[in-house]
């Protein structure tokens, strides 16, 4: 190795030993597997907030490689709380604007446009324990901005019906031939509607504490 080969290889090195991580989740999502890693980073950057209280210029830099400011606002509003330079997430009953607790695997479907990511999962309907749910799609839209893929928006029951085609074809056809027979068939029970049921199962896994005004809630300590 000559000594400018030396030289760049010891400048490519300083480069990568100082950049900062999260400068590389802005970077363009090539593949699923690509979408399916920056939403986990998105997700964990969301759960550190929880670690320690925060100034508000803090949660705003962990979270905007990430998130849209509209989302980002979105997320601090409803779940951060805290004052002066001492803010951070402590949980509720609900968590909106979290990322939904995908599984990540052959059930999650990517759909990919010009400029949005749309990134979907389908929720078969359940009536065990004390809340159920019926039939729906979570999904997250996310579009390209200057500085790179951001997650946009949250969609409960709501993804675009050109992308739902997309991503389960054989889902709509089948549930095109049996509405007539489930339309006589009333649900019953309490819905749970918004992205939190499904996201309140992650926490379960992390053990993330919730906390409301009577109670704290440990899951996943038992």
Do not use: C
Request: net charge negative; aromatic share 16%; glycine share 6%.
């Amino acid at each position: 190795m000559d000594k400018r080969s030396k030289l760049l290889f010891l400048l490519f090195g300083f480069f990568v030993l100082f950049v900062p991580a999260n400068a590389y989740a802005q970077s363009d999502l090539h593949d699923r597997e690509e979408v399916f890693e920056f939403l986990g980073i998105a997700f964990d950057s969301q759960v550190s907030l929880s670690e320690k209280g925060r100034s508000m210029e803090e949660i705003d830099s962990i979270l905007d490689p990430y998130f849209t400011d509209a989302y980002k606002s979105g997320f601090i509003e409803e779940n951060v709380v805290g004052q002066e330079n001492d803010f951070q997430t402590y949980g509720t009953d609900f968590a909106p604007y979290y990322i939904p607790f995908y599984a990540f695997s052959e059930k999650t479907k990517v759909v990919e446009t010009e400029n949005e990511i749309y990134v979907v999962e389908f929720f078969p309907a359940t009536t065990e324990g004390p809340v159920g749910y019926e039939d729906h799609y979570e999904g997250l839209k996310l579009v390209k901005e200057k500085d790179g893929w951001k997650v946009a928006e949250y969609l409960y029951d709501q993804v675009p019906q050109e992308v739902i085609h997309q991503a389960y074809p054989e889902k709509v056809k089948d549930q095109q031939a049996a509405k007539p027979e489930s339309e006589d068939k009333p649900f019953t029970g309490d819905i749970v509607f918004g992205p939190n049921f499904s996201t309140l199962n992650t926490f379960m896994e992390l053990g993330v504490v919730f906390q409301n005004e009577s109670r704290t809630i440990l899951f996943g300590l038992l």
